[in-house]
């Protein structure tokens, strides 16, 4: 359970002081703190680096710490802290704060007109109901913009792994992946059209044969 998390948390934060060294000497920061939670559910695994202040913490779920070795733990913590290193975290919260004014703005500008509710088949208008409606149908027109989302944030997640390539085994890394995917019950070979679509993180296959490459 938790006490075997912070266990095996501590055997890898206290192993291999001149990898650690090779972080330290990559980040401008190094994370405050390893810390574990408790996980309800199989996906539960990691939460990415918090940025804010001088708190800066990655946390691994218990289930995920029951699952993995220490190698393969610090291969996944060189890959969160990739993140944190090439400034993702940074990126996507600016990133969601201007596209939040932004979809603030549009919903400011159609409010100030009914016939957009109506021509929806809004009757009862109301603030409510008209928030209700724009919510629902707002991703009918953001949804082009979907595939240049989801090519983004897969091509961070190949650079968080590039970056934990540099430091840890990349044998570890592809059997940590190996093992999430199998307690998360992820597809390995999804359609490539449905994936490049909408998902936010490469295909696992796909991860495994990039590190694959690396390692010849």
């Not at 206290?14 to 199989?42: E, I, L």
């Not at 291969?75 to 090439?86: F, M, N, S, T, V």
């Not at 792994?161 to 995917?181: N, V």
């Amino acid at each position: 359970g938790l006490d075997r998390g912070r266990r095996v948390t501590r055997s890898v934060v206290g192993a291999s002081n001149k990898r650690r060294s090779q972080y330290t000497r990559q980040r401008d920061t190094v994370a405050d703190r390893v810390v574990t939670g408790t996980g309800t559910r199989k996906a539960e695994a990691v939460i990415p680096n918090t940025v804010f202040g001088n708190n800066k913490r990655i946390v691994f779920f218990d289930t995920l710490l029951k699952t993995i070795n220490p190698d393969e733990m610090e291969a996944i913590l060189g890959h969160e802290l990739g993140h944190y290193k090439l400034g993702h975290v940074r990126k996507m919260l600016i990133s969601s704060l201007v596209f939040g004014f932004i979809g603030f703005y549009l919903l400011s500008e159609i409010f100030k007109s009914d016939n957009f509710f109506i021509q929806h088949g809004l009757e009862n208008l109301t603030v409510y109901s008209k928030f209700l409606l724009f919510y629902l149908v707002i991703g009918s027109y953001t949804f082009f913009t979907k595939p240049f989302t989801s090519h983004l944030s897969r091509q961070r997640e190949f650079a968080a792994d590039d970056f934990s390539f540099k430091f840890t085994d990349g044998e570890h890394m592809i059997s940590g992946l190996l093992k999430l995917t199998k307690d998360n019950a992820s597809n390995l070979t999804p359609d490539n059209l449905y994936s490049a679509y909408y998902y936010s993180h490469p295909p696992i296959a796909e991860r495994v044969a990039s590190i694959e490459n690396k390692l010849k």
